[in-house]
């Protein structure tokens, strides 16, 4: 069974910004955005009605899955710090730094090597994933080391994982 709904013209222009054209529907667009805000690590806003808990969530002011492949640059706020870097390298580093200087990096000790993948390790104790490879982009911080080869979206997705481990809340701010 559908439902008709009534939108405003600013609403209707905000959702065809976000469509693919013919391809998406209204309709398309609203799950995706749905299924994008009910996400673990995305989430925006607080109360969330979805099953995580809101005080573990990380909000995000702009989409980062919308931004655009080579955009450099990224500004997050991990509790009350707000970091500013230029790369994915500069941020891991970054949080890094922050982890040690608020004495949480030995929460994330105890789970290293943390994997991405079957093929890649997030973080680790040495720049070497799994497969035997080693890093293409490592960052170093007193003796943590992180893959930063890939994109923003996913490198913030990443450290989301590392993140919650600490208790940390990440938000994005453009």
């Known amino acids: 069974m559908t439902k008709e ?19 998406d529907t209204p309709e398309s667009v609203i799950q995706r955005l749905l299924d994008h805000y009910e ?28 931004r655009e492949s080579r955009q450099r640059g990224v500004v997050v706020k991990l509790g009350e710090e707000t970091i500013r870097a230029s790369s ?5 580093t970054e949080t890094l730094k922050h982890l040690y200087q608020k004495g949480l990096l030995d929460k994330v000790k105890d789970h290293l090597p943390l994997a991405t993948s079957k093929h890649r390790y997030l973080i680790a104790g040495t720049p070497i994933h799994p497969n035997g490879k080693e890093f293409v982009v490592p960052v170093e911080y007193r003796g943590y080391y992180m893959e930063a080869h890939k994109d923003y979206k996913n490198g913030i997705r990443h450290l989301c994982k590392i993140l919650d481990m600490c208790g940390v809340k990440l938000t994005y701010l453009g």
């Open 88 to 92: 994915v390298s500069e941020l891991y």
């Open 5 to 23: 709904i009534k939108i405003s013209d600013s609403i209707f222009e905000r959702l065809q910004g976000l469509a693919v054209p013919l391809i």
């Open 39 to 66: 996400s673990n690590c995305f989430q925006v806003g607080s109360p969330s009605p979805s099953p995580v808990d809101s005080t573990e969530a990380h909000s995000f002011v702009e989409d980062p899955l919308r």
